[in-house]
């Protein structure tokens, strides 16, 4: 069982690399909040696996649902591509 849940966290980190990546080099400033959003949700699902679920109950509410917002807000007050 412990195999297991240490496979499958390191799956979600890797795709948390991933997501982590692609926000970063995304032009699309919309499609890098989602790529961050999922970041997010990867980093609450190894903090679940930790057996730390005081850290994933405030983190999936600011993580993965406020900062979005946030960004999506700003993102339409402004430009939705980043210049190059």
């Known amino acids: ?3 297991l849940v240490l496979t499958l966290m ?3 980190a890797l ?3 991933v997501a982590t990546y692609l926000a970063i080099t995304e032009r699309d400033l919309l499609t890098a909040v989602i790529y961050s959003a999922l970041q997010s949700t990867a980093y609450a699902i190894i903090f679940y696996l930790l057996m730390a679920p005081d850290i994933v109950l ?4 600011v993580a993965v649902g406020l900062y979005p917002a946030v960004f999506i807000v700003l993102i339409k007050k402004s430009e ?3 210049g190059g």
């Open 1 to 3: 069982m412990e195999v």
């Open 10 to 12: 390191a799956i979600v």
């Open 15 to 17: 795709l948390s690399t």
């Open 58 to 61: 405030v983190y999936i509410p």
């Open 80 to 82: 939705r591509y980043e």
